[in-house]
């Protein structure tokens, strides 16, 4: 069923505060002004149609118009909740959220992009794995971005030594992509979990 | 046990993003910048000062240290978390969060700061139930601070009558600050739960 | 030809400012802080996979992913030459600039994004139709939501009342998003060029 | 007396500009954005629980309501006045800049809370001592954690040097928190006037 | 006697903070961010060049280097004082803050403009008076600014009623910018004092 | 013909957004917040007002006046325009944004100011060659605090060695504040083209 011109505009309204939340580990590491969530959901969909030409030359088969709807509703829930940080979450809290985020998905989405962020949430699929695996690889690049301005903060130690930072590495073009952030950073990678 | 000056340091460190974390419900209705949690801390604990002082007119027994400890450390578990919007939440990540935060209490806090968050969380005392009111009551009239600047919101309306945000209005100090604020704004007042 | 991992986090870093740099029509507009062209683009995007799915509704064939694609780098140029406001353009200017950013565009992206701001550019097939409405639907959506903030500004009629703003009001859903945005609003929408 | 509704809505009225004024010496170092007025005070209160915990371990007596209470309002004037930065202070303005700061405090403050506001900038009592500890150690603690941070200022020896900044050094807790922070910086500690 | 290059630079530094102070009086007024001090100062010297015009073409005398000079530095000691509201002085802080001003200017600033401060700060030549009276009309007219973008504050009446913000209305082309600047705002002009 | 009052009134309005458009190359190395255009233009004035009393102790006749006014409104279109940062020019961009800033500033400014603005541009006086050197000196002595002060970006380097950013290098107090601003900084000036 397609979305009216009412439920397109309800959408956008309801998006809206993507574009003023900041992502709040930057924050938490004395990053102020920070990256918000939308500049972040941007990278991560801009990452991930380049990592689909990537797949795609090493012959896989990608649903390109899937993998960028994904992207760019990933954080959808976000709008409604702001942006939780990883490090505190505990497994009963994962599991609250998102129940939360569930119901607030669909609160906020029209069917189609309810049923891409649902996907990118199960990560069963290729196209939710490049999108699971742009989260992480935006955040690290964006780290290097802020070191190489010159900012320093005791935790960021912790965010390069992270294993749980590194996902689907078994996709050849997203270890690449994760080597190579690491390589420019001077920065060993972390065995995966 | 008394905090060494190792650990009077940490907690300044531990606590020191409270100053930067937004109240993430001002930035979901358009309003940005918006009031810091360090900024809503620190009128909760006036605020708290001054009702204890009320009821002390009145002639009931508070413990002011007690009671401004409490409102001090009230939102330390959010130096880690960020601030989490009340509506979006589910009784189960009521309670998952309240686990976390428990958790991060123990950590960021030395002993007996950790129990005056402990005791204001359960809320059982006179004290923890004035800084339990105070929460809201700041939250309120910050609410009527930005509507006089000219502040518009679809979501605003909805603050005012949500009656969760009457809190311990048994307590006569409290009450009438709750209605003067409600006058104030020139906004019938919700009947409590 | 697939970006290696150096092209891909090369494009991530040159897109970077996106999310730091304003649109300055807000800011001409007394609007501080305002949306960030990173923020713009996703409202874009996502805006156009709903188009896209009301199109398809109505029969029409479109290509998703190069709509997407064409979205996400609509204003890839800008991370270099920050957002020019429209209203002061000549057509020598846009001319120039135009070279200026088909340079930039070409510096910037990699190969197949190169691409997509090429066609979004030219305007010619159907997806870069919706873009381009799209980009002005989500400005006159944005002037909505502020000005339900509260938000006033001698130059703000102006915007409602430029028909340069309708673009490609001939596809359906489009005309009817246009309608809904000036029907929420209030406001006549201006006959077409 | 105790406060009114009326009386206690108009003191947070007051006082709310804490919670958008700078502390300007950090602007002055080209630390942008910086520590609100509001942050710093409850920093200066988080810091005065735990040195009201230290000196009790050692046997002293102390008032930890009167010494809350005057760190929650030590800088209350300031919500009319700004934050004039002490390096330009002359006696005159000194002197001058108390006279307005006692007529602010009798306008802003209820009467309890104006006697505490006295009692904190008269200094004769232990607690009022500990608060204007508090509010270098502080002062010289945020200035680490912006050196951490990687902010560097030709300005920032000279704060780190000037014994202006050690207050009542001869309480042994104070004196070990200030020891602590010079240790941790890096910094040797000035001889006290 | 010549300023030299080191003269100069170090000129820049230090007055490199007006750029990032703010005007008190707004952000006590809910207005941020709000207008640095650097922007004001840029505004008063256009104005300044403007009645420098106007009063030529009646016949006026006026050095219009001179009065350029004044306004540039009018408020240069600022940049190691802050902004300190005008509602809150006394006499005796006014007196104070001038010896204290008077000893910045003399260290931040070369001979030259040292002098052209203290000329604007005596206020008795003609190009002092206009920059005196440039200081208040910019601050009115960024006033009905911030009022026609929807800003609102209980404070703002007082500004538009307070006579001390009209000076040198006896000069002819001041006189008319202040009337129109309130017939503009609709607001009555207050009898001068 | 002098400015009427609603003359100066519409040009204080015109030139308004000065104070809140960012310079933007410097949000394109990572500084954010960062100066205003107006921050640069005060800082542009007070340096020709230096540069023009080094000059006449050196023998040489300037207009101090006109130089003054012309760096007011150097950057006077940009209050409409933005500001488009230098590297990404080409000739045909240049020769575009010249014929649009020529409208822009007969359409801001009264004809005087107009008349400044028209001669900065043309660069042929002494004058003129003094505001056209102070833009770029202020430019790099902001790079200059901005190092300072920690921050780094791999497109700095590119700045300092940019022999486009030295201007009229004859003149010889000109060529002082180059030479010691590159000694300050600890890099060696480039050759003039």
Not at 67 to 95: C, F, I, Q
Not at 104 to 124: D, F, N, R, V, Y
Not at 161 to 167: D, E, I, S, T
Request: charged share 25%.
């Amino acid at each position: 069923m397609a979305p009216t011109a009412d439920v397109i505009l309800d959408t956008l309204d309801a998006l809206d505060p993507l574009g003023e939340l900041p992502r709040t580990g930057w924050l938490l590491r004395g990053i102020n002004p920070c990256e918000s969530i939308a500049a972040h959901s941007l990278q991560v969909a801009l990452l991930v149609s380049m990592l689909v030409d990537a797949c795609r030359a090493e012959g896989m088969i990608v649903d390109g118009e899937a993998a960028l709807r994904m992207a760019l509703v990933h954080d959808a829930p976000e709008a409604r909740l702001g942006d939780v940080p990883m490090p505190v979450k505990s497994p009963e809290l994962d599991a609250a959220l998102h129940v939360v985020e569930e119901r607030l998905a669909a609160e906020l989405l029209p069917p189609a992009l309810h049923g891409a962020w649902s996907a990118a949430e199960a990560g069963a699929s290729l196209e939710a794995r490049l999108v699971k695996a742009a989260d992480k690889l935006q955040m690290l690049h964006k780290l290097s971005v802020y070191e190489r301005q010159g900012r320093r903060h005791p935790l960021i130690d912790v965010m390069w030594q992270n294993p749980a930072n590194l996902r689907f590495v078994d996709i050849a073009p997203v270890r690449r992509v994760y080597e190579t952030i690491f390589a420019r950073a001077g920065r060993p990678m972390p065995a995966p979990r």
